[in-house]
């Protein structure tokens, strides 16, 4: 099947990476065995054959992954390799871009998102997106996060609203910082809030899934925590995709991580497997910095 819009398999090895894997959880941290998802499992997201081009230019190749609900899965690989891509395939934010087309299926729960009867508005809503750079509407903190709301006509009072503009911004672990100030510009907030914004704006429309590109990439260290550790609090609620280049957060906040490498996923697996005992020997040189 082929869509106008933008692998696995792998031989076990005895032997695991060397030096140089980023650090993990101890057993008496956050994730326990109880929490990794079972491959059995029905997926929330299912990727079958997935071929996307930009005109002539295959820049995804017969991609195969299945993201578990409820949980963070880690998209790894250097820059070129198809992550972005890939996650915006997910919402089919790659529509808009001239030539881009895509073949093989993109299942949530079990429905092709690119079939004909999908309405695309309502895939968004169902599918939020945080970018890489933090992207505040030129309004008020408040407004920020009502607008999809108004847009979508999800609230019928203005109590209602604002109950739904405090529980986003509780959310983001925005609201302790910002309830005293909800009328001053989005604008005014610094880096690191201005993402946790546009994190508390997805969530307002109560999304499924929310996908993340390189969501800390541009924050200092301590706005970078806050991050990943609202990244661990969401995942509860949310199933959470997340497109990163820092392999110790991939490390810290995933569960499952997938290794794209030149548009192809060379290995998907349990995130702490992928960094201590990765089945392919280029995921191997990858993850302990000796290539990519």
């Avoid at 491959?39 to 299912?46: F, L, M, T, V």
């Avoid at 503009?165 to 925005?174: H, I, N, T």
């Avoid at 392999?247 to 991580?257: E, G, H, I, L, P």
Wanted: one cysteine or more; aromatic letters at 6%; glycine letters at 6%.
């Amino acid at each position: 099947m082929a869509h106008s819009a933008a692998a696995t398999g792998s031989q076990p090895r005895t032997s695991g990476p060397e030096s140089g894997t980023p650090a993990l959880r101890t057993p008496d941290s956050r994730t326990s065995e109880s929490q990794i998802p079972n491959p059995e499992s029905r997926p929330k997201i299912a990727v079958e054959h997935l071929n996307f081009y930009y005109g002539l230019n295959r820049v995804l190749s017969e991609v195969m992954l299945q993201v578990p609900p409820n949980q963070v899965t880690a998209l790894i690989g250097p820059s070129g390799c198809g992550k972005s891509t890939f996650l915006r395939s997910l919402n089919r934010m790659n529509d808009i871009v001239p030539g881009a087309r895509l073949e093989g299926s993109i299942r949530i729960d079990d429905r092709d998102i690119y079939a004909s009867s999908v309405d695309v508005v309502d895939l968004r809503r169902r599918v939020g997106m945080v970018f890489q750079k933090s992207n505040p509407f030129p309004k008020s903190i408040f407004e920020n996060v009502a607008y999809g709301l108004r847009i979508n006509r999800m609230t019928r009072s203005r109590e209602e609203l604002r109950g739904r503009v405090e529980a986003s911004l509780r959310a983001a672990a925005l609201w302790d910082e910002v309830h005293d100030r909800l009328h001053a510009a989005a604008l005014s907030l610094s880096g690191g809030q201005q993402q946790r914004l546009c994190i508390a704006r997805a969530l307002a429309v109560e999304p499924e899934i929310l996908l993340m590109d390189e969501p800390a990439s541009a924050l200092d260290p301590i706005a970078t925590q806050r991050i990943e550790d609202l990244i661990y609090q969401l995942k509860d609620r949310y199933t959470i995709v997340i497109v990163t280049h820092n392999m110790q957060q991939a490390a810290r906040v995933s569960d499952v991580t997938a290794f794209f490498w030149l548009g192809k996923v060379v290995e998907v697996d349990r995130t702490n497997k992928i960094f201590t005992a990765p089945s392919e020997k280029l995921t191997e040189d990858y993850v302990t910095g000796r290539c990519g």
